[in-house]
């Protein structure tokens, strides 16, 4: 439900929702502040639907090239080609930009690489974009009970 103008959350604890309901499927965002360095972003899902999924996505703008951490594994993004298909890494319980951020996954999450953005305000011309290319970080909640945290970690 809408209704407020965004807020900054301000101090350890503080925290802001937003409740979805699309009719057969309703769900609920919650981001915590659980310090100056430290975000908690929590979602609960359900759904009358049959072997439906609910994820939570978040775009990472990140620039390649770029080494992340994965999965024990580590991650080379190199720059987008013009139509280039994107490629889903498996990740284990985190995903890390060395010595700059730490996000501590739910089981089952991928990270796709190049993902361009859509707008509908500012459709990308696929032969032009590599340059708008981002990091999708996919969540999949029906592999966590339907509800999940991910910790936000700045290192």
């Known amino acids: 439900r809408g209704g407020t103008a ?4 301000r101090g350890a604890g503080a925290c802001d929702a937003l ?4 009719g057969c499927t309703q769900a609920r965002l919650e981001v915590r502040a659980e310090g100056p ?4 972003v929590g979602l609960a899902a359900a759904s009358n639907l ?6 939570l996505v978040f775009q990472l703008p990140l620039k390649a090239p770029v080494t992340l951490r994965g999965g024990g594994r580590r991650i080379a993004l190199r720059p987008a080609k013009p139509e280039e298909m994107a490629h889903a890494h498996e990740l284990g319980g985190t995903l890390e930009c060395p010595r700059k951020w730490r996000i501590h ?4 999450s991928t990270l796709h690489w190049p993902h361009i953005p859509w707008s509908g305000y500012k459709p990308p011309k696929y032969l032009s974009a590599p340059d708008q290319a981002v990091a999708l970080l996919r969540m999949p909640s029906s592999q ?3 509800k999940m945290d991910v910790v936000i970690e700045v290192v």
């Open 105 to 108: 996954l739910p089981p089952g």
């Open 144 to 146: 966590s009970g339907w």
């Open 19 to 22: 409740e979805f309901d699309y």
């Open 6 to 9: 965004p807020k900054i959350l």
């Open 50 to 55: 049959v072997n439906h999924e609910v994820a």
């Open 37 to 40: 360095r430290r975000l908690r």
